[in-house]
């Protein structure tokens, strides 16, 4: 069979940062979904990669190292983008130095964020929810899932639309860098930068890609389970306008809601997208 034949989902999180599966559940699902490669891509975290390769081996399914980080873009009004990184050396010290500041800096706002439910009289054990979560990194959705466990909220949307987004008033932003520092360090660690999700994350304007790529930005996450057709076509036009490689996966975190299966598989994206990213890494 050709690679055209082969598919791979490149966005994929685990329960090392705010998805609900473990690494090697996430790589059995691949296997049964027929995926031939995944990416793991947690956010801020390359900690559950060495769990998800050793399962691949045994699985036959290719890991990518990846990550996903968090920036901050605009001047005036700051909106959170997100960048994808492939490749990346996982085992880099300056990477995981710079990630630690990351996972303390969301320690710190775990517990803001618990002061700020207290105050509206939702109080909740602060230590009980960074000691379950452990060495994972801690966001949002733990909290929603703490709010269900509590009998406060009956879904994740709910969570948000009521406490946890942006203007709800148990927000609290998370450390912040700009887009440039989030290409930078992926590029300092072996990685190649992507663009995550540019339609649903409202960054689908040219210009803003533009800057990026003077950035650094090596690609565009085209597929995604938010993108409609139309949409992908308009990323492939300008990802090959811009000479960025096309990517994509699921996004996935487990199973949420009235879901009653992952997504994992369901974003239909290309063994190519696989090569492409091999021939950047080895021009790297």
Request: net charge negative.
């Given at each position: 069979m050709a690679s055209k034949d082969?598919?791979?989902?490149?966005?994929?999180?685990?329960?090392?940062?705010?998805?609900?599966?473990?690494?090697?559940?996430?790589?059995?699902?691949?296997?049964?979904?027929?995926?031939?490669?995944?990416?793991?891509?947690?956010?801020?975290?390359?900690?559950?990669?060495?769990?998800?390769?050793?399962?691949?081996?045994?699985?036959?399914?290719?890991?990518?190292?990846?990550?996903?980080?968090?920036?901050?873009?605009?001047?005036?009004?700051?909106?959170?983008?997100?960048?994808l990184g492939y490749y990346v050396d996982w085992k880099s010290t300056k990477l995981k130095e710079t990630l630690d500041i990351f996972k303390n800096a969301r320690t710190e706002r775990a517990k803001e964020i618990f002061s700020r439910l207290g105050k509206i009289g939702i109080n909740l054990n602060p230590e009980g929810l960074i000691v379950c979560v452990g060495k994972k990194v801690i966001g949002r959705l733990h909290f929603a899932k703490v709010l269900i466990e509590n009998g406060i909220v009956a879904s994740v949307q709910e969570a948000f639309q009521k406490y946890l987004a942006t203007d709800q008033v148990a927000y609290v932003p998370k450390y912040s860098i700009t887009p440039k520092q989030a290409i930078d360090l992926i590029i300092d660690s072996g990685?190649?930068?992507?663009?995550?999700?540019?339609?649903?994350?409202?960054?689908?304007?040219?210009?803003?890609?533009?800057?990026?790529?003077?950035?650094?930005?090596?690609?565009?996450?085209?597929?995604?389970?938010?993108?409609?057709?139309?949409?992908?076509?308009?990323?492939?036009?300008?990802?090959?306008?811009?000479?960025?490689?096309?990517?994509?996966?699921s996004d996935c975190h487990g199973i949420y809601g009235k879901q009653e299966t992952p997504l994992i598989g369901k974003v239909k994206v290309p063994y190519s997208v696989i090569e492409s990213l091999e021939k950047k890494k080895q021009e790297i």
């Open positions: 082969f598919f791979v989902d490149l966005h994929i999180h685990t329960n090392y940062s705010d998805g609900v599966f473990s690494p090697t559940e996430v790589v059995s699902y691949a296997s049964k979904t027929g995926l031939t490669a995944i990416a793991i891509t947690d956010h801020d975290t390359v900690d559950g990669i060495a769990e998800a390769m050793d399962a691949g081996k045994q699985s036959n399914i290719e890991v990518v190292s990846g990550i996903e980080l968090s920036a901050e873009y605009g001047d005036a009004q700051k909106t959170e983008m997100h960048i990685g190649i930068p992507v663009l995550a999700h540019p339609y649903y994350g409202h960054y689908n304007n040219i210009d803003i890609i533009k800057g990026l790529v003077d950035d650094g930005l090596q690609g565009i996450e085209v597929w995604h389970n938010k993108h409609p057709e139309h949409v992908v076509r308009k990323l492939l036009s300008i990802a090959d306008e811009l000479n960025l490689i096309a990517t994509g996966g």
